[in-house]
Nanobody, 121 residues
């Protein structure tokens, strides 16, 4: 069983910053792609930031220049540094990981439980 646990969400004023963390644990052989998604009230879940594991990252246009995704491979932990936060960033943020449980397995997608980020004006 693989678990992804997010932390670091909370309430912040517009213009402030938060740093989200996602720790992966359990039976893990390797992790390839990791990413952050978010879902605001009444909206579809959307990709926010993507770390392919191959040295490339990608961001939604709405967060470019403000958010930074990073990874500590030794700790199997993903981070999202969020600066210059706006009210429209308010959402539940979810961690995603493509995990290979054994060397013989195909990668399997896993999701965290989500952490609430609320930005007040």
């Amino acid at each position: 069983q693989v678990q992804l646990v997010e932390s670091g969400g909370g309430l912040v004023q517009a213009g402030g910053s938060l740093r989200l963390s996602c720790a992966a644990s359990g039976s893990i052989f390797s992790i390839e792609r990791m990413a952050w998604y978010r879902q605001g009230t009444g909206k579809q879940r959307e990709l926010v930031a993507d770390d392919s594991g191959g040295g490339s990252t990608d961001y939604a246009d709405s967060v470019k220049g403000r958010f930074t995704i990073s990874r500590d491979n030794a700790k199997n932990t993903l981070y999202l540094q969020m600066n210059s936060l706006k009210p429209e960033d308010t959402a539940v943020y979810y961690c995603y990981a493509d995990v290979r449980v054994t060397r013989y397995d195909w990668r399997t997608p896993y999701w965290g439980q989500g952490t609430q980020v609320t930005v007040s004006s």
